[in-house]
């Protein structure tokens, strides 16, 4: 028993210790982009909080401070810090959103002095953009070094650090130098971190991380992705030689000397790559991020013809960034998101892994880990592709930051929930007074059907059963919902930026706020309905139809090959088994 039990605590604490180290982030340049947006997307993998809370524009009294919270995704959940294991923050500063009964308070980890205003923003686990256009995406990364947080002395993790760069900054390079100067101030805990930031204008690549457990302080780098450039991470720092005064590089002023010191790098050695002196590799195994950054490369510039294999973790074949063939739209970019390397010689619908019904979800779960006779662990080698639509992803978003537009109409976050291949795009504007109830409520351990995430959640879930069935029900209601949107869109913004123009922004951001709410309310109300219908089309493995009732669905004469069918009971003689 006491064997078991500390099995079990080994396998709740691996899990809680690994919540979001998955994600995929996207820039793209407003050169590289088919109406002239900058566009930044964000897949959020790891299965914690899936609300997207909208903070509204506040006003402060001279002399406020602002609380620094902690976050569960950071390392892990720690219960001193407050707020909950579904819930990442409770606190009553941040508008409704976040003012969550029965939740523990979030405790601060220290204070930052308050500005005068700070900006309406939509946030996630990570802040996702504001009413200025200004718009962060996320990605983890796997640093030498990874301190825990301490009181007053490291109190910033990338996640606070985008929440106050959209309540108090327009611009990309000015929320760039804002986090730096954070860190550098107030101290840097958790793993390595990739944020990307862009305005109307440009975009940017930020990477950060600590350098020593009981340090102060981090080091951080930030690049400029090039306006006909797309960058793509997936949990490894991108960046590579650091440039001294290149105009298209920030870093902090303590970069060097830090590496040095910890015999990390030498001058003599030449320049100094962040990738290799800061990073630590890629996550959990090789490929495990290489892979998505070569498919996304591969999709938007299929003349370059990346090799998929390459020498290690620190090769040099992927570029920061890479020219699209074809000017890209967020269905595209959204494209790659939802992608399980279909067509490639690692398409995970394919094999005896996927089943007969082709099911691209390969479950973690610690398969690697086995338990002998006595209880010890003993290693099972091997690992599956890690997809870019993975089972865990919680949420995935497109934000476009448009500079012929005003920023109330312009900025315009693309949100799906739960994982990309079976999510709705639905639309956001920057400039929206609130975001609808259905959004802003999930918990993963309650089940309630007025939550977005938990309807589209359950679906996926569902799909599984017969994934090459349903997936394309699925798609047939996805893509409807999605043309619908987009086809309405110009027509949309062609009134919101009437009244603007007639100085009625109250009426346009109704507006904008009105048409988003009723469009999330239909698609929460078919997406349950959706699942009804699965439910009834293919019960008990069957498909029924008005066509018949029963209609057998077996299985493919491949798999049942693999799988030993035909040693099966075809006659009353034991079968004769090899030694």
Not at 102 to 121: K, W
Not at 155 to 165: D, K, M, T
Not at 239 to 260: L, P
């Amino acid at each position: 028993m006491k064997r078991i039990a500390f099995l079990g605590v080994l396998f709740i604490s691996i899990v809680v210790s690994l919540p979001a180290w998955a994600c995929t982030v996207t820039v793209t340049g407003r050169k590289a982009t088919l109406d002239g947006s900058v566009m930044v997307s964000h897949s959020d993998d790891g299965l914690n909080d899936p609300r997207m809370i909208y903070v509204p524009a506040m006003s402060h009294k001279p002399g406020s401070l602002r609380p620094v919270f902690y976050a569960h995704y950071a390392l892990d959940y720690k219960p001193k810090w407050g707020a909950s294991e579904t819930q990442r923050i409770m606190t009553r500063d941040r508008g409704p959103g976040y003012d969550t009964p029965g939740v523990p308070p979030s405790v601060p980890l220290g204070y930052i002095p308050q500005v005068p205003y700070t900006y309406a923003y939509f946030d996630t686990n990570y802040g996702i953009m504001n009413e200025h256009q200004l718009s962060i995406g996320e990605c983890t990364n796997k640093a030498k070094v990874h301190p825990e947080p301490e009181a007053g002395k490291r109190i910033f993790y990338s996640a606070e650090l985008s929440r106050v760069a959209l309540e108090r900054c327009k611009t990309a390079r000015e929320a760039v130098k804002l986090m730096g100067e954070l860190i550098e101030k107030y101290g840097y805990f958790g793993t390595g971190e990739t944020l990307v930031v862009a305005d109307p204008e440009e975009g940017w690549v930020m990477e950060m991380c600590g350098y020593d457990m009981n340090g102060t302080g981090g080091v951080w780098v930030a690049q400029r992705v090039p306006d006909d450039g797309f960058f793509v991470a997936a949990n490894q720092f991108r960046i590579r030689n650091i440039r001294k005064g290149a105009e298209d590089m920030m870093y902090s002023a303590n970069i060097f000397e830090v590496a040095e010191k910890k015999g990390w790098w030498k001058p003599e050695s030449g320049a100094l790559d962040w990738t290799s002196v800061y990073g630590d590799g890629e996550f959990h195994h090789p490929y495990y991020s290489l892979r998505r950054v070569w498919r996304a490369q591969s999709m938007i510039a299929p003349s370059l013809n990346p090799p998929a294999w390459v020498e290690g973790p620190f090769t040099q074949k992927y570029p920061f960034t890479v020219k699209p063939d074809n000017r890209l739209t967020v269905e595209n970019i959204f494209a790659i998101h939802r992608d399980n390397y279909e067509g490639t010689e690692f398409d995970l619908t394919k094999g005896l892994a996927a089943g007969p019904f082709g099911d691209p979800n390969r479950f973690e779960g610690q398969a690697e880990g086995m338990a002998d006779k006595e209880g010890r662990l003993t290693p099972l080698k091997g690992e599956f592709e890690r997809p870019l639509n993975i089972y865990r992803t919680v949420y995935t978003y497109v934000n476009q930051s448009r500079s012929w537009l005003p920023d109330a109409i312009g900025g315009l976050t693309w949100f799906g929930p739960d994982r990309p291949a079976t999510a709705v795009l639905m639309p956001f504007y920057a400039g929206a007074t609130d975001l609808p109830a259905c959004l802003q409520k999930a918990d993963i351990l309650k089940f309630d059907k007025g939550s977005m995430w938990m309807a589209f959640n359950y679906v996926a879930n569902y799909a599984m059963l017969k994934y090459s069935y349903m997936i394309k029900d699925i798609a047939g209601v996805r893509d409807g919902f999605e043309a619908r949107a987009f086809g309405k869109q110009k027509e949309l913004e062609r009134r919101a930026n009437d009244l603007w123009k007639k100085g009625d922004r109250k009426g346009a951001r109704k507006l904008l706020t009105r048409y988003s709410a009723e469009n999330a309310s239909v698609v929460l109300r078919e997406w349950w309905k959706l699942s009804e219908d699965l439910y009834i089309k293919y019960n008990d493995g069957y498909l029924n139809t008005k066509a018949g009732i029963a209609q057998a669905v077996f299985y493919p004469a491949w798999w049942l090959k693999q799988v030993g069918y035909e040693n099966g009971p075809t006659s009353y003689e034991k079968p004769v088994t090899g030694k």
